[in-house]
């Protein structure tokens, strides 16, 4: 106990120090060195965007007057009448570390004992070095290539056509990407980017299918999207979580967004609220060749409506509603019924200056199922709930260290024995770094 003391007084007297010793200065990442604007044009508390920092996104990381005007100049270097930029422009590193970390009811000493909380000090969670920006007029690309203690991964890899025949109702993302990636509440570029909606990473099948997908997380696919000063439209489709079809079937999405103009309502331009569907077939033995063995089939469907508001960069309040319907989640061969379940996700921040950020996070889901027998019997097949308080200081444009606080609000479940299961709780700091 008196360790547990010892290091949580340590890390707090840590992040006061930071707090009141770090310098203030512009940031360095790609975009700022390219674009000579400050990350804080494109960013509220990094990774978070903006409403500007969405628009640039979907303009093919190019600033509109920019490549309207005079787009050559955006390319510095001319090898020949072939279009070069400075690589230092497009070249950039992100660092994700976790000094300090207290997990209860994580550490039990033998069979016999209770168990207590467990420390984890300077975990090292990821590096990675991600390459990104336009190419040439109206061609960008981003990857994102990831080094964690796992190994290295290929998160994030898709090329961009933005404003193709010089409309801007005509732009195609195809790579490793998102369903989400223009929505209201994305579930990548968070405002608190330690921590996802849960009830967007449920898998179809729960995740036993041979091309199980969530709602949100990367796969390779293609999509179109289309927009005005007002709306955002977009449609896309994918295999799954490969990029060679493992049976017949194609997954697709579709959803629109609406933007409130700043002249409507002052001070809440940028807010947005968005219609999102998605819609895929997941199976099981395809191709084995077995007598009397079938394929299987589970039809699933995702529907998520959300909400952004944001108030003069200064508070920012995302929220999503998740309901998931599969039709055959166990792959009966006969007699399966509809599996639904549903769920929300918040994030609420507010940001009083251009150090601080203050915010809490909410999730929830449950199935609309119960358990029919055991010691859970009646109780949802699966549910969760958390509130997670999160202080934020940021040391510079590009360098934030957050104090999360995980408080699990579970109902009570139990083991087969009928014993309480326990709840985890999480303490822990975590600092990112974008250069």
């Known amino acids: ?53 969405e628009e640039f996104l979907k303009n093919g990381y190019q600033l509109e007057t920019t490549y309207t005007k005079n787009w050559e100049e955006a390319f510095p270097i001319d090898a020949g009448g072939v279009k070069l930029d400075n690589v230092d422009n497009i070249f ?83 790579g490793r990407i ?23 990473l449920l898998k179809s099948s729960d995740g036993t299918g041979e091309q199980s997908t969530d709602l949100s997380s990367v796969r390779p696919g293609a999509q179109y999207f289309g927009r005005t000063d007002l709306l955002t439209w977009y449609a896309g489709l994918t295999p799954g979580t490969d990029p060679a079809s493992k049976d017949q079937f194609m997954d697709y999405w579709a959803g629109i967004i609406y933007k409130l103009p700043e002249e409507l309502l002052s001070g809440f331009g940028g807010s947005t609220f968005t219609l999102h569907y998605y819609k895929g077939t997941d199976t099981k033995n395809t191709g084995i060749s077995v007598p009397d063995l079938k394929q299987v089939e589970n039809n699933y469907t995702r529907f998520s409506p959300q909400i952004n508001i944001r108030y003069k960069d200064k508070i920012d309040i995302q929220a999503a509603y998740i309901l998931g319907t599969d039709e055959n989640r166990s792959f009966k ?89 326990d709840l985890v709780d999480r303490f822990y700091v975590n600092t990112r770094v974008m250069f």
């Open 178 to 200: 998102t369903p989400l990636e223009f929505t209201s509440f994305p579930n990548r570029l968070p405002q608190l980017p330690a921590i996802k909606s849960e009830a967007m």
């Open 1 to 53: 106990m008196k360790m547990l003391k010892f290091s949580f007084g340590f890390w707090m007297l840590f992040l006061v120090i930071s707090f009141f010793m770090a310098p203030t200065s512009n940031a360095t990442s790609q975009w700022a060195k390219k674009t000579g604007i400050p990350c804080s044009t494109c960013h509220t508390v990094f990774p978070r965007l903006t409403s500007f920092g």
């Open 333 to 421: 061969t006969s007699g399966n019924t509809d599996f639904k379940f549903s769920g929300i996700a918040l994030q609420a921040g507010y940001m009083p200056n251009e150090t601080m950020h203050f915010a809490v996070h909410f999730d929830q889901y449950s199935s609309k199922d119960n358990l029919t027998s055991g010691t859970n019997k009646d109780k949802p097949v699966f549910e969760f709930m958390r509130v997670v308080p999160v202080a934020t200081y940021i040391i510079n444009e590009n360098v934030r260290i957050s104090a999360y606080y995980e408080k699990n609000l579970t109902a009570d479940r139990f083991d087969a024995a009928g014993k309480k299961l």
């Open 92 to 174: 950039g590193f992100r660092l994700n570390l976790t000094p300090f970390k207290l997990e209860t009811n994580s550490f039990q000493k033998d069979s016999g004992a209770v168990k207590g909380s467990k420390i984890t000090i300077g975990e090292a969670n990821w590096a990675q070095m991600f390459i990104a920006g336009p190419i040439y007029k109206d061609i960008s690309f981003f990857t994102e290539l990831e080094y964690a203690p796992s190994g290295f991964k290929m998160a994030w890899f898709y090329f961009n056509f933005t404003n193709l025949f010089g409309s801007k109702l005509v732009n195609f993302q195809v």
